[in-house]
């Protein structure tokens, strides 16, 4: 006799059905965005309604001036809706940026809206106690250095960094770049768009080839207080007999 399959449906550890995940809709993340850029930014809600409005008195106006104003109206809706939202776009991106400006890691958070042709690591490659920090990329124009913190401070960080990538990549180029609002430094909002103009000069096999050699190459090393090197330390075993 063949057996019945079971049709009951699966149950957690506690015998309660696994709720599944709603998927967020589009309407609620523009919703959370709009109240996320208000809050850094309260002005976005009167830009929003005066792009909005003005779109719709123009295709008012067009239709006045050639033709019924009912059909330009309707038309001129979803241009008006549209702006509206390149306008709430532009406008996070911006509070997005102002909100972690100046925050260790801002700069990694920057680079890593870079969707292709970069691979950066997600750890700093040099850094200090004070937090200055440098992070790697690789692409086709060679290697780029991002250090963030004071110019005086970070520039030794990348001057060091760049001699030991040209030490084992002598003929690759390496480009160092200071992220932040200081003379020479280039702003966290214009950083993704400043490491996209590098002009390529390494063919995707290079490129891959030198990923490999600074992988092979490691990271930063993190600092090890002074006294007691815990790697060579002995226990006191005349303490452990109980003498």
């Known amino acids: 006799?063949?057996?019945?399959?079971?049709?009951?449906?699966?149950?957690?550890?506690?015998?309660?059905?696994?709720?599944?995940?709603?998927?967020?809709r589009w309407y609620h993340q523009v919703w959370d965005a709009y109240k996320m850029t208000r809050a850094e930014d309260p002005a976005v809600t009167w830009i929003m309604l005066g792009v909005f409005v003005g779109i719709l008195a123009v295709a008012i106006g067009i239709g006045l001036?050639?033709?019924?104003?009912?059909?330009?109206?309707?038309?001129?809706?979803?241009?008006?809706?549209?702006?509206?939202l390149?306008?709430?776009?532009?406008?996070?991106?911006?509070?997005?940026?102002?909100?972690?400006?100046?925050?260790?890691?801002?700069?990694?958070?920057?680079?890593?809206?870079?969707?292709?042709?970069?691979?950066?690591?997600?750890?700093?490659?040099?850094?200090?106690?004070?937090?200055?920090?440098?992070?790697?990329g690789v692409g086709r124009a060679g290697v780029v250095l991002v250090g963030e913190g004071p110019t005086h401070r970070v520039a030794k960080l990348l001057d060091g960094e760049k001699r030991r990538?040209?030490?084992?990549?002598?003929?690759?180029?390496?480009?160092?770049?200071?992220?932040?609002?200081?003379?020479?430094?280039?702003?966290?909002?214009?950083?993704?768009?400043?490491?996209?103009?590098?002009?390529?000069?390494?063919?995707?096999?290079?490129?891959?080839?030198?990923?490999k050699r600074l992988r092979a190459l490691g990271g930063a090393k993190l600092p090890i207080p002074k006294g007691i090197d815990p790697t060579r330390a002995r226990p006191d075993r005349k303490g452990m007999r109980g003498r």
């Open 65 to 84: 001036a050639w033709g019924p104003w009912v059909y330009t109206l309707i038309v001129g809706l979803p241009f008006a809706f549209l702006g509206s």
């Open 1 to 24: 006799m063949a057996r019945n399959k079971s049709t009951a449906p699966s149950t957690g550890v506690d015998g309660t059905k696994p709720k599944k995940q709603k998927k967020q």
């Open 165 to 211: 990538i040209t030490r084992v990549l002598p003929n690759v180029p390496v480009t160092t770049i200071q992220c932040g609002n200081g003379e020479g430094q280039v702003p966290l909002k214009k950083l993704a768009r400043t490491v996209q103009k590098l002009r390529p000069t390494l063919t995707k096999p290079e490129t891959a080839e030198v990923s």
């Open 86 to 136: 390149f306008v709430l776009t532009r406008r996070a991106e911006t509070a997005a940026y102002s909100r972690i400006d100046g925050q260790p890691g801002a700069a990694r958070a920057a680079l890593g809206t870079i969707r292709r042709g970069w691979t950066f690591d997600d750890e700093p490659v040099a850094l200090t106690p004070q937090q200055d920090l440098v992070f790697r």
